[in-house]
């Protein structure tokens, strides 16, 4: 069977350092799954493509077709990578609009690794106290490890490639050992979905 990776990089340059953390996850946890006779797939979805794409749909609540077809691959992914840049304090707006946008359950179970890069180590913390609580608020299975990259890592890469490597061996566990059942694709506005009690009869319970 062949896994699918899913990476999401809201890098902003080109090249950026959100994409190239991102690509050196994907690769750790390709390099473990392989060892254990996975076949791999990985895709990259740049956020900064859909830039526009995202506005729109904030707007309008429709996705555009490419923008809707990255948003199903996402859900049909066995596994995700998932990687911003630090601006005040916490993951890009680019990257939150992007998660806005998923139907909702579309990272149920999934297994994610979290990423971040930024000016300074001080914004370390930014794993912990908002792409975490993003991610369990969606239900997404994430890694004990979570890879944060400052200017300072680059240049000393010892110590940041055993974290990478950690992580994308905590990432290969997870895609292994998930039962994750697809979930059918459920639109944010199907309510057809969900069962509604009248409220007469909540009031009364």
């Known amino acids: 069977m062949t896994r699918r990776i899913v990476v999401l990089s809201a890098g902003l340059g080109s090249p950026s350092s959100s994409r190239l953390l991102a690509d050196r996850l994907a690769a750790a946890a390709s390099r473990a799954l392989r060892a254990e006779g996975e076949r791999v797939e990985v895709e990259v979805v740049e956020l900064r493509e859909h830039a526009v794409d995202l506005a729109n749909q904030l707007v309008t609540g429709f996705p555009s077709t490419g923008l809707g077809e990255t948003l199903d691959r996402v859900a049909a992914a066995d596994a995700v990578v998932a990687v911003s840049p630090v601006f005040n304090a916490s993951y890009s707006g680019l990257?939150?609009?992007?998660?806005?946008?998923?139907?909702?359950?579309?990272?149920?179970?999934?297994?994610?690794?979290?990423?971040?890069?930024?000016?300074?180590?001080?914004?370390?913390?930014?794993?912990?106290h908002a792409l975490r609580p993003l991610f369990a608020y969606l239900r997404a299975t994430t890694t004990s490890?979570?890879?944060?990259?400052?200017?300072?890592?680059?240049?000393?890469?010892?110590?940041?490639?055993?974290?990478?490597?950690?992580?994308?061996?905590?990432?290969?566990?997870?895609?292994?050992g998930s039962g994750r059942a697809r979930p059918a694709s459920v639109g944010p506005y199907d309510v057809s979905a969900f069962s509604f009690a009248r409220f007469d009869q909540q009031l009364s319970a």
């Open 95 to 128: 990257f939150k609009m992007f998660v806005d946008a998923l139907p909702m359950g579309s990272l149920d179970g999934v297994p994610v690794l979290l990423g971040a890069t930024g000016g300074s180590t001080r914004h370390s913390l930014v794993l912990e």
């Open 145 to 176: 490890t979570g890879v944060f990259a400052a200017t300072e890592d680059w240049a000393s890469p010892g110590e940041l490639d055993a974290r990478i490597e950690r992580a994308g061996q905590e990432l290969a566990r997870l895609v292994l």
